[in-house]
């Protein structure tokens, strides 16, 4: 549970070597890289990677190929037919181009009358859209083109406006033939007298007419240019399949080329990802990367035998320049929680991991907030069918806190909202204890974050952080002892006493001059303030909103408390609909639905207010998330 060390990885080789090396070791290893000019700022006479390189395209265009003839790349690597291609292979990024070009023109009269006959079938498709609304019509079209006095326009209106069509045409030499219609509109034709047609355009186009323009390729009725289009695209189909057979069986003869072709490429993107960061001298290249330890030393081992090639690792703290990057090693069941944490802000190197301080948390408050054995057991099953299928990380929290909330199911006693089948400790039953709880879980929660940031400011050796800050000792002080007091004065009757409020005068006084008493403490010379009267006042109201803080953020874990009873209102409510519907299988239908929205909708409140509670009354006191990723090259 904490954050993966790292090492500084220095590579230095000779550049004719740079290929090989990257190719050999680099580009298969975890390894995040660092632009090599903002890490080696002392090496004169280095300048940036600068050649282009055509492998992008080269790789699209043999898989490209490798779709067409339906290749398994897996099984051709694996063949010794490849095995034996390898051998005589070409290495040059240039043949390789040239070869597959050589491809490219022997299968290119196949692939254009391919790609003609797929633009047939869309222009055909596109005839078919025009013709259906009126394929009743059985008028040839043709004949309606070589009208000489009227003109017509085809298309459609909604039916609202075919209604009120009549009122309109009364007194006009227009006519309007429908020839079919849908739930919203009306497909016909309207015809006018030749030199009035623009006057019955406007009218039509006021009532929303859609026109929609017959192609000139359509001839004869309707029915027959339907009949016509279906027999050619049945021939375009029968092309398409003889081209592309014939095509399949071309490239079926460069199998292991085009294979080895996009392979080779991939290899070749990846080197050009390399050069992005690296550097060259006229006789060396540079790059520089962070590793995990053991994956830097597995390297290490592996390069020992390249004699003229340099490798040097760094502790992260002899590194200046760049701070390492963060990857995260957590359980296997905490490490779905990761994407939460990163949600709020991935924590630097130097940084605690919270994780799993928010997974047991997380766990904790859900079930809290949502117990029911019923319930929990469906977002547990479901939570992990959808983690299996999805490979979701969201799916696993869902599978895990439906854990918690069955656990603290068993403890309300509520199955489905039914709670006669165990006898358990009923939120309704004890609505003040269940509130009470929840500020006490509130109190505890808080003083825990308050600790971890002590311990992150000692470790950092931040006397400000750790001692005086109001997340600090001083206000862990503060805190402690106003929670206790407000306990033994409120439940247990208990008096003020005059050693609390010494101990609150004080840690007040360390939490507004925290600043000053930092800079004493470190023996820095400018610790009075230039404006004294101001730098007060600015204190004043400072630790007035420190202490409306430390209150609402703690009334804030009422909402664990209040979803407990919320939950068994809501299952309460669905239990009376049940019984308003009457006994048989509406009564159970109800139940039914009713759980499911409540597994829903109070499921997904639930989460969200949780959520709430991990980020703004627990992450902001001691949490700042200001890390970057680790990417492996593994992963571009």
């Known amino acids: 549970m904490a954050i993966m060390k790292m090492r500084m990885v220095n590579i230095v080789g000779p550049r004719e070597d740079f290929v090989r090396i990257s190719a050999d070791y680099i580009s298969g290893s975890n390894i995040h890289l660092e632009n090599v000019f903002t890490v080696l700022d002392n090496v004169k006479g280095m300048y940036p990677y600068t050649e282009d390189s055509k492998a992008p395209e080269v790789f699209e265009q043999a898989d490209n190929f490798m779709k067409l003839a339906g290749l398994d790349e897996k099984t051709v690597i694996n063949s010794e037919k490849y095995k034996e291609f390898l051998k005589s292979a070409p290495v040059d990024e240039e043949e390789i181009s040239r070869k597959l070009k050589d491809i490219e023109s022997s299968v290119k009269q196949l692939s ?68 079919s219609e849908d739930s919203e509109y009306v497909w016909g034709i309207y015809f006018a007298p030749d030199g009035m047609e623009e006057k019955v355009d406007v009218v039509f186009a006021s009532l929303y007419f859609e026109r929609v323009r017959i192609s000139d390729n359509v001839h004869g009725t309707p029915q027959e240019s339907l009949k016509y289009i279906d027999g050619r695209e049945q021939y375009r189909r029968e092309q398409i399949a003889k081209d592309e057979k014939e095509i399949k069986e071309i490239l079926s003869k460069e199998t292991e ?26 006789d060396s290249f540079y790059i520089v990367g962070w590793m995990s330890q053991k994956d830097a030393d597995e390297l290490e081992k592996r390069m020992k035998k390249e004699d003229k090639t340099v490798f040097l690792k760094e502790n992260p703290e002899h590194v200046s320049r760049v701070s390492p990057p963060t990857k995260l090693k957590n359980f296997a069941p905490f490490r779905p929680f990761e994407m939460f944490v990163t949600m709020y802000g991935l924590p630097s190197y130097n940084e605690f991991d919270p994780t799993w301080i928010f997974a047991i948390s997380y766990f904790i408050m859900f079930g809290a907030m949502f117990g029911d054995v019923g319930q929990g057991l469906v977002l547990f099953i479901g939570g992990f069918l959808f983690a299996a299928i999805k490979k979701s990380r969201l799916g696993a929290i869902i599978g895990t806190v439906g854990i918690s909330s069955a656990i603290f199911g068993v403890v309300y006693g509520s199955v489905f909202g039914n709670e006669e089948i165990i006898k358990g400790y009923n939120p309704m039953e004890h609505i003040m204890d269940v509130l009470i709880y929840a500020v006490f879980w509130g109190v505890g929660i808080i003083l825990f974050v308050m600790l971890i940031n002590i311990i992150i400011g000692i470790k950092n050796k931040d006397t400000r952080k750790a001692i005086f800050s109001q997340n600090g000792i ?78 609402t953020n703690t009334l804030s874990f009422l909402r664990v408390g209040a979803f407990a009873l919320n939950h068994v209102g809501m299952m309460g409510v669905v239990k009376i609909l049940a019984e308003m519907i009457g006994g048989g299988s509406q009564n159970i239908v109800v139940l039914i639905i009713g759980n499911i929205v409540v597994i829903g909708l109070e499921g997904l409140v639930v989460g969200i207010q949780t959520l709430r509670l991990e980020f703004f009354e627990m992450f902001s006191r001691f949490y700042s998330g200001d890390g970057r990723e680790f990417k492996s090259l593994n992963e571009n």
């Open 474 to 551: 001083a206000g862990l002080v503060f805190y402690g002892t106003a929670a206790f007091t407000v306990y033994s004065m409120l439940l247990n009757g208990g008096s003020l006493r005059p050693w609390i409020v010494w101990v609150v005068i004080i840690s007040v006084v360390l939490i507004m001059f925290q600043g000053v008493f930092s800079k004493l403490l470190e023996r820095k010379k400018d610790w009075i303030p230039k404006n004294k009267g101001m730098f007060i006042l600015e204190s004043v109201f400072e630790m007035f909103e420190i202490v409306l803080s430390f209150v």
């Open 257 to 282: 080329f085009i294979i080895y072709a996009r392979v080779y490429c991939q290899k070749l993107m990846k080197l050009q990802e390399i050069k992005r960061f690296a550097g060259h001298t006229e």
């Open 112 to 179: 254009d009358e391919r790609a003609h006959a797929y633009a047939k079938l869309d222009e055909y498709e596109e005839l078919r859209k025009q013709l259906r609304p009126i394929e009743t019509v059985d008028v040839d079209l043709n004949r309606l083109y070589e009208f000489e006095f009227i003109k017509f326009r085809f298309g459609k209106m909604p039916m609202k406006s075919y209604k009120i069509l009549d009122l309109y045409l009364k007194d006009m030499d227009a006519f309007f033939l429908k020839t």
